[in-house]
């Protein structure tokens, strides 16, 4: 048994050593001239705003998909599983066609954005444009959110994370204003033209109302969730936003995160929540959170 295992990991270990040596075996350090430099830092320029594109896209869910192809390929061909190599390279033209198919809207903005001013902006508004919300803006979501709840005022409100929430913004009508209570309550209060659909928050400011937001299709919600909880747990499933739902039946207030719904949030979860989302949670904050959301999951 020891004299099979240790043959069999001899092999292994001369695969990888000829899978090294084919397709690393024949690198050669070039000499470096001043243009090369040039060069490179222009490539490094491209590749940092491109992962930057990536990480705030839905094409972020693809690249990590194809780190996963990329491991059983290695492994495949260390191991010579000639099957599943002989899969890879007869459907890889055909998955570059499905990606350009799939990802035609975010390469599109891609190329209008290179095309326009932000180009030249790149430096200045790196920072300030993907800047966390203050206290004030934490205090005055849940200052609202409670003042709705206590009048039975339907409300969706999507504070965006890390991935742009940029396709759903162009769905309803920009507002790009700075975040309060009093704002809030106006935009869902009943009867007006803005109530109906969702607000997205980035940094301080309601950049849109009214914004539509995709359903989710998870069969394992409650029957007696509408369509507003199922919006607001559809766009978790596909982004990092934190996502705040009032129930226009009963006034309680749920958070979707991450495709999960916590229902019947208090004024005090959810201000934790918002700290957490934050990135600046105290550790008190962040220990009495942890225990808190493991009880209302439980509910849950």
């Not at 492994?75 to 890889?92: D, E, G, P, Q, Y």
């Not at 035609?104 to 326009?116: M, T, V, Y």
């Not at 400011?205 to 507003?228: E, H």
């Amino acid at each position: 048994m020891w004299s099979k295992l240790t043959a069999f990991l001899s092999n292994v270990w001369d695969n990888v050593a000829g899978f090294l040596s084919k397709h690393f075996g024949q690198l050669q350090i070039p000499r470096i001239h001043p243009l090369d430099l040039v060069e490179i830092l222009i490539i490094a320029f491209v590749i940092y705003h491109l992962m930057k594109w990536i990480l705030r896209t839905r094409a972020w869910y693809l690249v990590k998909g194809l780190i996963v192809l990329v491991v059983v390929w290695i492994v495949a061909s260390i191991l010579h599983f000639n099957a599943i190599l002989w899969l890879f390279v007869n459907t890889i033209n055909v998955g570059i066609i499905a990606l350009f198919v799939i990802f035609q809207p975010e390469l599109r903005r891609a190329l209008e954005q290179l095309g326009s001013r932000r180009l030249f902006r790149v430096f200045g508004d790196a920072s300030s444009a993907h800047e966390r919300y203050s206290d004030e803006t934490r205090s005055e979501i849940v200052s609202g959110i409670f003042e709705m709840a206590k009048v039975k005022t339907g409300a969706l409100i999507c504070i965006e994370g890390v991935v742009s929430l940029e396709d759903y913004e162009r769905s309803g009508i920009r507002t790009d204003s700075v975040v309060s209570a009093a704002l809030l309550i106006n935009i869902f209060e009943k009867n007006t033209p803005l109530h109906d659909g969702a607000v997205i928050i980035r940094g301080n400011r309601a950049v849109a109302a009214t914004c539509i937001l995709p359903v989710s299709d998870n069969m394992r919600l409650s029957k007696d969730l509408g369509t507003r909880h199922r919006a607001g747990v559809g766009l978790s499933e596909i982004t990092d936003a934190l996502v705040i739902i009032v129930s226009e039946e009963n006034g309680k207030v749920s958070i979707a995160q991450k495709g999960q719904l916590i229902r019947g949030v208090d004024e005090e979860f959810l201000s934790n929540k918002l700290l957490e989302f934050q990135d600046k949670p105290s550790p008190t904050n962040r220990l009495r959170f942890r225990k808190e959301w493991k009880n209302h999951d439980k509910k849950a």
